[in-house]
């Protein structure tokens, strides 16, 4: 069956430190990997984009890796803040198949950033 | 200004009752989209529309009815509402349909459905 799973429901780490948000999927062929940031009672925002033919992408303080031999996606928050506390969300657009096109969601990492 | 708006935000409502959430965005794109997460967090796609036609519909009950009466708009009518319809729904949209350079999706707000 068809999974895209986060590594963990909750990651806690300190101000300064460097988050590390995994995504592994089963069963897809993505032509691109997303990552959204979702904050309580609000809707998911976009972050970062990566196609399936790149390795990495870097925006400001965040970097997202691709590895599409380990079916695997890895976000990246350096010099974390307070302000970084969220829901990370992975999601990915299906490139083959009947459900080509389409957006699938991982369930989220819920990200604690503490001073 | 708002760029995905729905409404209401928050509805409570009797089992059997029918309701409708509104969705608008004011972005001039051409793909809408209703997610909805349930209480574990889970974001799953219901609909998605192109140019007001239909392109997905992924395995919803067909108490759920989507309109799209134009490209901005697209609406969702439920009938016979059940207690599992409890959630909330998110509406969205985007530029044209992901698989065209991974298009950015734009999320409202959220509708909060609780159905007692």
């Known amino acids: 069956s068809q999974k895209i799973e986060q590594n963990s429901e909750a990651l806690n780490i300190q101000e300064g430190k460097t988050a590390t948000l995994t995504c592994n999927y089963t069963n897809y062929s993505p032509a691109y990997l997303q990552w959204y940031r979702q904050d309580p009672g609000r809707g998911p925002v976009f972050l970062l984009l990566i196609r399936e033919n790149e390795k990495e992408k870097r925006k400001e303080r965040l970097k997202v890796t691709f590895d599409t031999t380990l079916k695997q996606s890895l976000f990246h928050i350096t010099a974390s803040q307070p302000a970084d506390s969220a829901t990370y969300l992975c999601a990915l657009v299906e490139a083959r198949g009947s459900t080509l096109g389409r957006l699938y969601f991982g369930r989220g990492t819920q990200l604690t950033v503490w001073p | 200004d708002t760029a995905v708006s729905q409404t209401p935000k928050y509805l409570v409502t009797q089992m059997g009752n029918d309701k409708s959430i509104k969705c608008e965005q004011n972005?001039?794109?051409?793909?809408m989209y209703w997610y909805k997460q349930d209480s574990k967090k889970f974001l799953k796609i219901m609909f998605s529309?192109?140019?007001?036609?239909?392109?997905i519909n992924e395995t919803v009950p067909n108490r759920f009815s989507p309109k799209s009466p134009d490209k901005a708009h697209l609406n969702l009518h439920i009938n016979s509402l059940e207690l599992g319809d409890s959630a909330v729904y998110f509406c969205a949209s985007s530029q044209d349909l992901p698989i065209y350079s991974g298009n950015t999706i734009y999320f409202g707000e959220g509708s909060w459905l609780t159905v007692v």
């Open positions: 972005l001039g794109h051409d793909t």
């Open positions: 529309y192109n140019n007001k036609e239909l392109i």
